[in-house]
């Protein structure tokens, strides 16, 4: 429900999430959590998060994670998927001992 996820974040000290609207949950966490960002190289000039991280007095870093494209898409050739939401259709790979480096 939407009163657990706020009661989740606000207790948080650390936040480990993909790049993606459920960020929008940083609303309710409390100044000075650590926020870790999973990212496609390709979106890194996406500041939306870190923007807002930095409103709330929140540490935020972004890991940037190696993909696997889904259904043959490729971010440099949108043509040729017939839908724009496939080119969110990837499969993040995170190199757990590079990661747990963000933890710190």
Partial sequence: TIKE???VFAE???ILAAHGA???NLLWCAKGTKVIEIQLKEFIDKKVYPILSHHLG???SVY???TDYVLGYDLN???VTKTKKLKA???LKVN???LLKHLD
Avoid: C, R, S
């Fill in 64 to 66: 940037l994670a190696q």
């Fill in 5 to 7: 996820q706020i009661k």
């Fill in 96 to 98: 757990i001992a590079e």
């Fill in 22 to 24: 459920g960020l929008t």
């Fill in 12 to 14: 948080a000290t650390h």
């Fill in 77 to 79: 050739n949108p043509k």
């Fill in 89 to 91: 259709m990837v499969n």
């Fill in 58 to 60: 929140l540490k935020h």
